[in-house]
């Protein structure tokens, strides 16, 4: 298994341990993909997964997904939110970046 998918089990796993539900892992459509979309208490997480050698500063973090990645995600959050029949369970949603660092997960939420 290469490092990603392992990086996004590791967070998958933290997710579900925090009371988080794992949705979908690796959403794909022609715009995009999304890592992992979780929720938790009415609130939908679009969760951005990265596999660093070094754990960054929290300042910095918001550099791991550039403009066009952020673009990217946000398109394919609206193509899974027409998609997928949620039956208004969520009163909101937010974009999060989990960083894996030798298997330790730092979490970031409401990033961008």
Not at 18 to 42: F, M, P, Q, T
Not at 44 to 68: H, N, Q, Y
Not at 75 to 103: E, P
Request: glycine share 8%; net charge neutral; with cysteine.
């Amino acid at each position: 298994m290469d490092k990603g998918k392992q990086s996004e089990q590791v967070v998958s796993a933290y997710l579900e341990n925090l009371g988080y539900s794992v949705l979908e892992r690796n959403y794909r459509c022609r715009l995009g993909e999304i890592d992992i979309i979780a929720a938790k208490g009415g609130v939908l997480c679009f969760v951005e997964v990265k596999s660093l050698t070094a754990r960054w500063d929290e300042s910095e973090i918001s550099s791991m997904v550039g403009p066009a990645k952020m673009r990217r995600i946000r398109l394919t959050a609206i193509d899974y939110l027409n998609t997928v029949d949620h039956k208004g369970r969520f009163a909101s949603m937010r974009f999060d970046i989990a960083a894996v660092t030798n298997g330790c997960v730092s979490y970031y939420e409401g990033v961008f």
